[in-house]
């Protein structure tokens, strides 16, 4: 099969409109590795919850190495990771649908996405911690402040509803 040496899909991280789907485009066979060895054996039969991700994100970390800006990277991914699953839980109970279907709407997402993995990048490239803070502070950490508060907005909205199969 050719497929296999595939290790990033650039247009598909590129386009995500969700943190989420990220990690699917973005150095695909570690992610493989990551999801089963580390993540689905701290989630067991459970529900995967914020610190599932963060113990995934310390061992990514770790992996790269132990330079400060990796941390500081994979750490904060964890509350992008939320941000991303506030936004989902948003549009599936708070939302309109004709917003949650526009292109507008996919745009929107796109481009928060992709600003956000660029910002938070600085961090993985920078290395140094003072380095990483001080470009975070240049902006205000506006990001950061914003996947902070859908972080904490996401506890505060229901759950949605899974329709059963029948």
């Known amino acids: 099969?050719?497929?296999?040496?595939?290790?990033?899909r650039l247009r598909g991280m590129w386009l995500s409109d969700s943190a989420t789907i990220v990690p699917t485009h973005w150095n695909l066979r570690t992610g493989?590795?990551?999801?089963?060895?580390?993540?689905?054996?701290?989630?067991?039969?459970?529900?995967p919850g914020f610190a599932h991700i963060l113990v995934t994100q310390l061992v990514t970390a770790?992996?790269?190495?132990?330079?400060?800006?990796?941390?500081?990277f994979f750490i904060s991914t964890v509350f992008y990771l939320q941000s991303?699953?506030?936004i989902y839980r948003a549009e599936q109970t708070v939302l309109p649908g004709w917003l949650v279907g526009s292109?507008?709407?996919w745009l929107i997402k796109v481009v928060w996405t992709d600003v956000a993995v660029c910002h938070l990048s600085m961090a993985f490239?920078?290395?140094?911690?003072?380095?990483?803070?001080?470009?975070?502070?240049?902006?205000g950490f506006v990001i950061h402040i914003t996947m902070f508060v859908l972080s904490a907005v996401?506890?505060?909205?229901?759950r949605a509803s899974r329709k059963k199969a029948k």
Do not use: C, Q
């Open 103 to 105: 292109s507008l709407w």
């Open 1 to 8: 099969r050719w497929g296999r040496p595939v290790n990033v």
């Open 154 to 158: 996401g506890m505060a909205l229901p």
């Open 32 to 47: 493989i590795f990551l999801k089963h060895y580390v993540y689905e054996r701290l989630v067991g039969g459970g529900r």
């Open 125 to 139: 490239m920078l290395l140094e911690a003072n380095a990483s803070f001080e470009v975070f502070r240049d902006v």
């Open 62 to 72: 770790f992996w790269h190495g132990v330079y400060p800006g990796y941390f500081i």
């Open 84 to 86: 991303a699953r506030t």
